[in-house]
């Protein structure tokens, strides 16, 4: 009787874990939504600038429009990435709680990138994408900085040098704990 009743605990308390499918599927529509709009954003920007090449702009009128078109790339790349963000995270979430993707380990054309083995490489990947959201935000920012002062000048010459300095860290994290990782397992 005890078996039986433990038996029937671990299948549930194992089954449990496919709870885990709705976030998946509510990260997939939500990256598809990103994808999506990031590409409308994409296709309104290439139709905004067929008025750049009007030869009847001024220089005035052409530095706003090359200065729009720039903060909309910033944006798009933006929705790109968080898209990604979202779609890794639900790869990521099935491969570790659902099952492996057979598909991503037989193609030789797909990347390890979507292959997650443990919750470190899940958050590693997340953070990569998530750096390099907050560095497209930086730069987005760092176009329309105004700047009325040379400490506002040193400031953003700061920023530049910290984000300079986190891609450092990340990488150098990545590349260390790599060769710890195989020094200690032996290869």
């Known amino acids: 009787m005890r078996n039986c009743i433990e038996y029937w605990f671990e299948r549930g308390l194992w089954s449990s874990r496919l709870v885990v499918l709705v976030a998946v599927l509510a990260s997939l529509a939500t990256a598809f939504a990103v994808f999506y709009l990031a590409t409308?954003?994409?296709?309104?920007?290439?139709?905004?600038?067929?008025?750049?090449?009007?030869?009847?702009?001024?220089?005035g009128a052409r530095r706003a429009i090359r200065s729009q078109v720039i903060a909309h790339v910033v944006e798009v790349i933006d929705g790109y990435l968080l898209a990604t963000v979202l779609l890794i995270f639900a790869l990521g979430l099935y491969e570790l709680f659902i099952s492996a993707l057979d598909e991503a380990r037989k193609s030789d054309a797909f990347s390890k990138v979507l292959v997650i083995s443990n919750l470190d490489d899940?958050?590693?990947?997340?953070?990569?994408?998530?750096?390099?959201?907050?560095?497209?935000?930086?730069?987005?920012?760092?176009?329309?900085?105004?700047?009325?002062?040379?400490?506002?000048?040193?400031?953003?010459?700061g920023g530049i040098a910290l984000v300079g300095f986190a891609l450092f860290l990340s990488h150098s994290a990545i590349y260390h704990f790599g060769h710890r990782h195989k020094d200690i397992s032996g290869n």
């Open 40 to 59: 409308v954003d994409a296709w309104f920007l290439v139709v905004e600038l067929t008025e750049y090449a009007d030869p009847d702009l001024n220089d």
């Open 122 to 157: 899940l958050k590693s990947r997340l953070g990569k994408v998530i750096l390099m959201i907050l560095i497209v935000k930086f730069f987005e920012h760092g176009i329309k900085m105004k700047f009325e002062h040379p400490l506002d000048l040193l400031a953003f010459a």
